[in-house]
């Protein structure tokens, strides 16, 4: 449940405002627990069948680990949009709304009668914001947009792949979940304009912008250049995995100081002092000649040991799995974990809130809702009768 509102202690940047979220999979729903995490209420509006996240595969026997981690403190409705009854419902909700996100292809909104133009003639404060595969023009704009599609599309899987081997999908759907932060982002900052003009506006965010915009230090083409060069940033495999004793290392040593303490700590004092080594793109023509001699050093010890030897002079990080998270010493002084009671689940852990704020913290997350869970209350909230409810519900618009 969400926390009293009326608790200053408990205010975020954000309490005070209202969400309704009616997108599904990752990059709509994250961006709106963003919202939530800084203190705005968050009603999930799912259709009957749900959002399709819940029916990914998970190790939890009643619910979607996927959904949960991308849901965490909203309410849950669950309406029938293509009747009119559950149609009325949505607009009554809109009339109190600060917010709406959807991630419907651009030609579905108008179908349904929720196009930006219908919902500002009731509500002209709403930002309405619009998660889309390819935009709201051209050739790809109906096309279904999912991260690992627009990932292989923009090249980030090209990239991804090994010199001369395939490409490579990069697992963690990151194409969404910086989208995700582009719609909190967004809908903020049209939040803070309509502060000051009374007005309420679209906010578009596409997994294509999503995909460039991750790549703008690629995404460069000078005026006179050929458009086919090597685009690749990474500096001649110094910086990057390497093989220990026991386990993976992640070393980075681009700058003149990071440099100097990896050979100094590592034993390879004479690199850092021969010329041919003595810049960054000097060492990526020269790795061949420095790869084996530092992998050679790092068999001396494992990858734990050499993040204690480095420590805060040359940045590395043994190679972990996500679960190791959950008692990394990091993440609890950060309070980067907490803990959740779900109806279903039971207690489990989960991240807690992206951003820290000293004043307005905002409360405390909770869990993600269970399907149509909070129909009853929320409705109750927005006016509707007990009988109404009941109506809605025998008439199936209403879950």
């Not at 404060?125 to 709201?136: H, S």
């Not at 995995?241 to 681009?254: C, E, Q, V």
């Not at 700590?265 to 010329?275: M, T, V």
């Not at 790795?287 to 050499?306: C, F, G, M, N, T």
Request: charged residues 20%; neutral net charge.
């Amino acid at each position: 449940m969400p926390a009293d509102a009326c608790n200053p202690a408990l205010q975020g940047p954000l309490s005070g405002i209202k969400v309704l979220d009616l997108s599904a999979y990752i990059a709509g729903p994250y961006g709106c627990s963003l919202l939530a995490d800084q203190g705005a209420t968050v009603i999930k509006i799912e259709p009957p069948d749900g959002d399709n996240l819940r029916k990914y595969p998970s190790t939890l026997a009643s619910e979607s680990r996927a959904f949960i981690g991308v849901n965490r403190s909203k309410s849950g409705v669950a309406l029938n949009l293509k009747m009119a009854d559950g149609l009325k419902v949505l607009m009554a909700l809109v009339q109190q709304a600060d917010v709406l996100v959807h991630n419907f292809r651009p030609s579905v909104p108008a179908r349904l009668g929720i196009a930006y133009e219908d919902l500002s003639r009731i509500n002209p404060r709403l930002i309405y914001c619009a998660v889309t595969g390819y935009g709201d023009q051209g050739p790809l704009k109906d096309k279904a947009g999912y991260d690992q599609v627009l990932q292989t599309m923009t090249g980030m899987c090209a990239a991804q792949g090994k010199p001369g081997g395939a490409p490579e999908v990069l697992y963690g759907s990151v194409v969404d979940y910086y989208a995700a932060a582009m719609v909190a982002g967004g809908v903020s900052s049209a939040l803070y304009e309509r502060e000051r003009t009374g007005k309420g506006q679209e906010v578009g965010v596409s997994l294509l912008r999503s995909a460039l915009a991750m790549q703008s230090a690629r995404l460069v083409w000078a005026k006179g250049e050929p458009q086919k060069i090597d685009r690749d940033m990474r500096s001649g495999g110094i910086t990057g995995i390497h093989p220990t004793r026991d386990g993976f290392l992640y070393l980075s040593a681009n700058t003149p100081h990071f440099w100097q303490a990896l050979c100094d700590k590592a034993g390879l004092s004479h690199l850092a002092s021969d010329a041919r080594f003595s810049t960054v793109r000097a060492r990526a023509r020269n790795h061949i000649l420095i790869v084996p001699q530092l992998h050679e050093a790092l068999r001396q010890h494992s990858a734990l040991e050499w993040e204690e030897i480095f420590g805060e002079n040359v940045p590395c990080a043994a190679v972990r799995s996500v679960d190791e998270m959950f008692d990394l010493p990091q993440c609890r002084a950060e309070s980067l974990i907490a803990e959740f009671e779900h109806p279903t689940v039971g207690t489990y852990q989960g991240f807690s809130r992206a951003i820290n704020f000293s004043r307005t913290p905002g409360p405390e997350p909770f869990a993600a809702p269970v399907f149509a869970g909070d129909s009853d209350r929320v409705m109750a909230d927005h006016g509707f009768s007990v009988e109404q409810i009941a109506q809605l519900r025998t008439s199936g618009a209403l879950l």
